[in-house]
């Protein structure tokens, strides 16, 4: 809907070109409630993921192969808090894209790169948890810092090669189109690239993802049963019981938080390989409920993890500028 001015004219994206955009309609509180509501949630996504970059960075007990692809993640999920929350808020709340076409290029490859490393950091997440709970003994051969950083370095060059191609081979416009107007953001896809898309991006990674976590629950479960039964009989508990039962409850955090990104995932990738997208309030709410499930995580870490809680405790306050404070053991209590 046409913005209406007082003299009645209706407002262009770009008043000089004749084939800009028509700008959207939007009240003074409007403007200033979307840009202060977007404000608050980029930052608390950026601070949020910061604190889990720290945590794991700084404390020495935190660098685990499996807090290295907490840490990779909270990395892909702090750079959509910094980088795409803002320009998408900017377009939504302004109505017209004002960066022009070579960012918009670039913005979409910068979009894409981060929703593929994520996606893949899930998929070593999974791996990672199958082999602590249904291999336990084969874990410290197959899982090692070596390995894990390895894995995270080869699924970031993957997905910026992946994602380069595949911006690559975008048209900005479509000669079918009779409503294209200067001041938007829109590519068009080849069929080709949507279909390996599909593959690529959402149906392999997917069915590996669900296929493991069903494995790994159904073995958590029969292991955590077997403890249970020898706490009540009180027959003598092994450390190694004790830490099994501790990888189900660390897997249990993980899958929650696998389950949410791919509750939010599936409809924003399905919208993407939509050619063209209606942006009705349906679409806008899932697009960007998949860019606040970003700040979702460190509030699920900080919820089952007593380390976390600890470790923001010591950031909070500066106690992490003390010397020797990457020494301090956050596992007092709970071990992971």
């Avoid at 509501?37 to 601070?47: P, Q």
């Amino acid at each position: 809907m046409a913005y209406e001015t007082e003299d009645h004219k209706t407002q262009y994206c770009f008043p000089a070109i004749n084939s800009s955009c028509i700008k959207g309609r939007r009240s003074r509180y409007e403007y200033n409630f979307m840009y202060l509501f977007f404000s608050v949630l980029s930052a608390c996504t950026v601070f949020l993921n910061l604190l889990v970059i720290i945590s794991i960075s700084h404390f020495k007990n935190l660098h685990t192969p499996t807090n290295l692809l907490i840490l990779s993640l909270a990395v892909a999920d702090l750079l959509i808090g910094l980088i795409v929350m803002p320009i998408e808020a900017i377009n939504l709340t302004e109505t017209c894209w004002y960066f022009g076409d070579i960012f918009c290029r670039l913005f979409l490859l910068i979009l894409g790169l981060l929703l593929s490393a994520s996606l893949s950091n899930l998929v070593l997440i999974a791996v990672d948890r199958y082999v602590a709970v249904c291999h336990p003994l084969l874990y410290p051969q197959k899982i090692t810092t070596a390995k894990i950083l390895a894995s995270i370095c080869i699924c970031w060059f993957c997905s910026s090669v992946y994602n380069t191609a595949f911006a690559g081979s975008m048209r900005y416009s479509d000669s079918h189109r009779t409503d294209v107007c200067y001041g938007e953001c829109i590519f068009m896809i080849t069929f080709a690239w949507k279909v390996s898309d599909l593959l690529i991006c959402l149906l392999f990674p997917c069915t590996v993802i669900i296929t493991l976590y069903l494995r790994i629950f159904y073995v958590a479960h029969k292991q955590v049963k077997i403890i249970n039964s020898l706490v009540k009989s009180r027959k003598c508990i092994t450390e190694g019981s004790v830490r099994r039962k501790s990888e189900s409850k660390a897997t249990l955090t993980l899958g929650i938080i696998v389950t949410v990104y791919l509750l939010c995932y599936i409809p924003y990738f399905i919208l993407s390989l939509i050619e063209y997208i209606e942006m009705t309030s349906a679409t806008t709410i899932i697009l960007w409920l998949f860019y606040i499930n970003s700040g979702l995580n460190p509030l699920i870490y900080a919820f089952f993890y007593p380390w976390f809680k600890k470790s923001v405790k010591h950031i909070l306050t500066l106690k992490i500028f003390q010397p020797a404070s990457s020494l301090v053991n956050l596992f007092t209590v709970y071990h992971s």
